[in-house]
């Protein structure tokens, strides 16, 4: 299988409780190397933007809120398979379904604040990773 990346963001109600290197460890324990990592604050364009295929969804204002509601850590993870290793490590989107020793089953709070963003196929985590890095700023 080859060496792949994905992009990861580390959610407000994580950061908020100091979670940031608690969920880091998760992703490098389950075989995925951080090559890119900056902390940020969402503007409402940035936030609105990487939702965008969400927006007709019910809950879109409300996530578009949490998301700037606190810092968030944006990360580029490299490793096999890098998309699929991350959503398995992650868990499912509401942690009352998320299998034991994921992310979040661990560590989030509802469906909405649920610790952890990640890609969901190659394509879009090539779409994800440019809206935030550019390429010198990853370093693998
Ligand atoms: P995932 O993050 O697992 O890929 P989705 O792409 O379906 O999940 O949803 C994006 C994000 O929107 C979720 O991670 C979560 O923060 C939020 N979300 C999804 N479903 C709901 C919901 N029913 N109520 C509130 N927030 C939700
Ligand atoms: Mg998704």
Redesign the pocket.
């Known amino acids: 299988m080859a060496v792949t990346r994905t992009f990861s963001i580390i959610?407000p109600d994580a950061t908020k409780r100091n979670l940031t290197g608690a969920v880091t460890k998760k992703l490098e324990d389950a075989g995925l190397r951080v090559v890119a990592s900056k902390r940020i604050r969402m503007s409402q364009e940035q936030a609105e933007g990487f939702?965008a295929?969400?927006k007709e969804?019910?809950?879109f204002g409300?996530?578009v809120e949490?998301m700037m509601s606190e810092p968030v850590v944006v990360q580029v993870l490299e490793g096999e398979d890098a998309v699929a290793k991350n959503?398995e490590v992650?868990g499912?989107?509401?942690p009352a379904e998320a299998a034991e020793g994921t992310i979040r089953k661990e560590f989030a709070l509802?469906?909405?604040?649920?610790s952890?963003?990640?890609s969901?196929s190659e394509e879009n985590a090539a779409i994800e990773i440019a809206y935030f890095f550019s390429n010198d700023e990853i370093v693998g």
Do not use: C, Q, W
């Open positions: 959610k939702y295929v969400h969804r019910p809950f409300e996530l949490f959503r992650m499912a989107t509401n509802s469906i909405g604040e649920n952890v963003h990640g969901d």
